[in-house]
Structures are given as C-alpha cells and as structure tokens.
C-alpha cells in the first residue's frame, strides 16, 4: 500500500516537473527577442487579463511569437511521443522516426516538391513531405513484415528503405544544384514561418496520432516482456506494433510537414525521462509529450536569439545545446526511484 | 480448479515434426511434471497448451477446446512462465506484477484499484512487497523468479504453467520456489504443468510425470514407475542409479562412467 501511493506521488511530481518545464519554456520564448516585452503585461495578456502592452507589442506576441511557440510545442510533443513509441514497438532506445523510413521519405517527397513543384515556401512542400513520410513507414513496414519474423527484420527494412530514398533524393539533388540551398534549409528544419494556421492544418492529425500513441502506454509495456508472453497474456503483438507504428508515423508526417527533419529530440526526450521517471510507458508517453514541447520551444528560442538577427537551424540547436546537456545527463543521473 | 487433457497431440515447427501423439492430463489442482532429455519437446507442450504454437489433436480444459477460447479469454485462465522470462531492466517490480493483470483489462481500459489490489496481493504472497519499487535488474535470481511467478498470479489462473521454473537457482532457491507453487496449489487449487530437468526433484513434487523422448511419450505414471535405471539409461543415454530417498521418493544419482 505505502509502495502504491509513493508511486502516485512519484507521477504526480513527475508530471507537475515537465508542466513546469513547458510553462518556463513558453515564457521564456514569449519574452525573448528583438521587441522588448513588459514580462509583468506579457503574462497577463497570455492568460486573457487586463495588460498594458500596447498594440504593436500585442500584435508581436500574438501573431509571431505565439504562432511560433504554439507550433514549436506541437512539433516537438509530436517528435518525443512518436520517438517514445516507435521504441517501445522495437523494444529499442536508439530507434526514432528517422529509422522507419519516415525522415528519408520527407526529404525525398519534399526534394521533389522543391525540385519540380515550385520551390520551397509553396504549398507543395508540407503536402510532399507528409506523403512521403507515410509512403516511406509504409514501404519499409511492407518490406520488413515477414510473418514469424521478429522486429529486426522490420528494423533493417527500415533502415534499407531509408538508404534508398536517401539515394534516390541525392541523385535528384545532383541533377539540379541550384536547388541544393534550399532543400538543406529545409533538411535542417525550421519554424521561422510559422503561422496559426500552419498550427491549425496539423491539429487534427497531431490530436488523432498523439491520442492513439498514449492509449496504448499499457500494450507497449506488455510488449517490453517479450512477443511470446505478451501473447500468453492475451495481447496480440502485430497488431499492437501495426497501430502504434502507424500512429506514430501520423505523428512524425505532421511534424515534418511544418518545420523539416528536426532529428534527437525523438531519442532524447524520452531517454531523460525514462532516466528520471522510469520505464514505465504509461507515464513515458504523456511525459514525453510535455517535454518535447518545452525542449523544442526552448531550442526554437536559443535558434532565433543567439545570432539575431539571423537564425540558425533548428535541427542543428537540438543536437549542438542538446548533446552535452544529454551527456551531463547519462553522467549525473541513475535512475530514481523513490 | 481447471483440469487439462491432452489427446493425440502433435505439433510441427518449421516442419519438422516435434511432438507425435502425446496424450496425457491432469485433475484439477494436481501437478504434471514433464521430464526427457533436451529437446525432447516438453517446452513445445508448454507452448500448446498455452496457445503458442498451433496444434493438430485436442487439448481440453475442462473439457471444452482450447481451440474455443481466444486471447484474453484463454490467458485469464492458463498463466505461462517461459524458462528465460524477458525481464525489463529498469521496471520496477510493482510494475511487473501488474502486467499479469492484463488479461482481464479491456483493450483500452488501464488498471484500476481492484487491479492494483491483486496484484498487490500476489506480491505479498511471494514476499515480494517490500521489494515494490525497486528495478527488476537489481534483483538476485531468487527474488526475479518470485517476482515472475506473482506476475502469473497476479491474473488468479487456474492454470500455471512452469517451463524450468528452477533453472539458475541454486538448491536453496529451487526448493524454496517450487515448496511455494506446491504450496499455492494446496491452497488455490490451482493445476500446474510443468518442466523440470532435475529428475529427483520432479518426483519429489509432482504428482504424475511424463517422460518424453523425440516428441512422443516414453513413458508415464508415478515417480516409482518413470524413474527407473533401464529407463533414464535408455532416454538419456546416461548412467545412474536410483535408489529411495528417506521418504521413499526415487532418487536419482548420476554415476560417472568408468574410464577405459
């Protein structure tokens, strides 16, 4: 009994400390950059009371700054909750979107967007990326699903698949150097045109795939037994997998589709929380999601700050600011329990 | 509680034929123990009865198919213990325990407090409580087969189903593991089938054995009728002796064959 409610107590400060993360992040982000917002009237204006900003700072705050974090927050819960369960599925920490195939399809559907559809910056890119994102899970599930077969075999599909398209995409490239700019501007991510309806068009896919990935915390922990005894359990592997993949690849194509390849937050921020929170996928997941919002709108942050006025890549914040910080981690921590 | 039958069973893996026409049961809360050399086919048993592997021939659970029940359905019944359970290093073993309840959850329902209660309880029972949060990788090999065998009761089976639930433990451990599954079924009732390679042992605690021999059953019945010299010289291709224990049970005592 005193074991169960220090484990309720455990989640609960758990969840209170990534919320508290995500909060910091967002206001942190709200308040930095080149206008110098009041912090006192900028919070006040983002819970509905009476602010003194003035109208040009509200406009900042509402149709740039906000867009930004709240499509910042969205990738980045996407990235770690599909990150957290394609590792569940595979029973590997290393495995993220990138290794199914869904990163090496969105570069190539958006190379081709870029290529033959009108350049970066038209509609054809999210679409393009998104497709091919699905298209490239799809292809690599279909190769990789031998019946009998365990999840290696997908794995190497995956990976297989993902050399592939990669090769496919580089001879595309080659043909048409003067596109190269920007396909590694996008390549590399960003989320310097971020619009609410940007945050819209991917709402309903990100609520249906994030929605589908948490439900499924208890069946991904059943798999971490083993195939064999979560079917003695009554769980049925394959289908578990086929879901949680799909859903998770739902979730990485609507990322991609907004802001480009934005690689390690899929690793990371489930392996931190794992350090500090537990193995547990049914609090992984959710813990996941609040995380990599706050990580993303952070590293978004330090992408348009540091240098401003040029911004960098967000991909390259993530891995530059989050590499050491990870190492730090895997150094400082056991895993805690209390 | 449940009784099992086996008839004429036979399974192919890969195509190769592993088990031909076993038959065998066991009563309601008794315990069957298979024995035979490796690879004999006593885990591919196992695996059958727990809807594992597909099967030709019949096994019944009180008397009605296998066959008839599905997934959840069958696994709130018959819980399988593998011989190397795959142990998740960093989950605690609260949360071990609790995934035994996952035959009686719904698809998308989560554990609830009656849930958290069983399994609980099923910690309890192997001494495991105290040990609620600590990692499954921290654990002695004793305390992770105890922690693997409250996870099968954590479902309340009728049915347990042990496949070398002593292999790694030393004497200690192994009497101490299988005094607690005797001691469950006495007061359950719950039947247990299981594998045991040490010979004696097998004797000591179950009730009936089985000697199995490439896939098909060699011999069957009491301790005194399956543990004899000529048999085990035969199926094992080793020398013993077997002599009576203090409490008259067979003990089987390997002899080292006399140099050339």
Redesign the interface.
Known sequence: ?T??R??RRHAARAYLAAAAFLVAAVLVSALAGAADLNPLATAAALVHLPSSLSPLDRAVLFQIRLPRIMLGALVGGLLAVAGAGYQGVFRNPLVDSGTLGASAGAGLGATLAIVYAGGAGTAAVPVAAFAGSLAGVAIAYAAGSVTGSGTATLLLAGVAVSLFLTAVQTWLLQRSAQDLQQVYSWLFGSLSAATWQQALDILPYSAVSIGVVL?HG?HL??L???D??A??????PGRVRLVVVAACSLAAASAVAVSGLIGFVGIVVPHVI?RLA???Y?LVLPLSLLAGAGFLVFADTVARTVAAPAELPIGVVTALAGSPVFVWILRSTS?V?? | MSAITARDLAVDLDGVPVLRGVSCAVGSGGWLALIGPNGAGKTTVL?AV???VPHRGTILLDGADLRSLR??????L???L?QS????????V???VL??R??H?GY?R??GRRD?DKA?AAAELLDM?RL????LASLSGGERQRAVLARALA?EPSVLLLDEPTSGLDVGHAQQVLGLVDELRRRSGVTVLSTLHDLTTAGQYAAGLVLLHHGRIEAAGSAAEVLTEDLIRRVYAAQVTVTAGPDGTAVVTPVRPSRK
């Open positions: 009994m074991a169960r220090s484990g439900v208890r922990d059943v971490s037994v083993g064999e005894e079917r003695a359990l009554g769980i049925g794992r537990g193995a547990s049914r895993v329990r209390t | 695996r727990a809807g594992l997934g959840r359905s069958r696994a709130r018959i819980a399988y593998p359970p795959m142990l998740p290093p960093d989950m605690t609260e949360e071990y995934l035994g996952t035959p959850l998308l989560g554990p958290k609980a409580a609620a949060n600590r990692r479902a």
